[in-house]
């Protein structure tokens, strides 16, 4: 069984800053691509940022300068950290890890549970 749990959401003011983590365990080979993933409310669920298991990043657009995605590879663990934080961030965050299990012979994604982030203006 493999698992990703989230941490670290809940709710700040406008230009305030929080920091989630995604834990993955379980029987876990290889980890390759990890990322962020948001849905608001009534929208589809958008690439938020991800990084390689090299350490490239990618962002969308949105959020280039305020957030910086960042991984432990040791402890297979994804951070984002978020700083100047708008209301229009306000979503449900969610972790992505492609990854393979200690039997198989094929990557696959897995997804953590969701963590909610709310901003206030």
């Known amino acids: 069984q493999v698992q990703l749990v989230e941490s670290g959401g809940g709710l700040v003011q406008a230009g305030g800053s929080l920091r989630l983590s995604c834990a993955a365990s379980?029987?876990?080979?290889?980890?390759?691509?990890m990322g962020w993933y948001r849905q608001g409310s009534g929208k589809e669920r958008e690439l938020v940022a991800v990084?390689?298991?090299?350490?490239?990043?990618n962002y969308a657009d949105s959020v280039k300068g305020r957030f910086t995605i960042s991984r432990d590879n040791a402890k297979n663990t994804l951070y984002l950290q978020m700083n100047s934080l708008k209301p229009e961030d306000t979503a449900v965050y969610y972790c992505?890890?492609?990854?393979?299990?200690?039997?198989?012979?094929?990557?696959?994604?897995?997804w953590g549970q969701g963590t909610q982030v709310t901003v206030s203006s």
């Open positions: 379980g029987s876990i080979f290889s980890i390759n691509t």
């Open positions: 992505k890890a492609n990854l393979r299990r200690s039997w198989a012979l094929q990557f696959t994604d897995y």
């Open positions: 990084i390689t298991s090299g350490g490239a990043t």
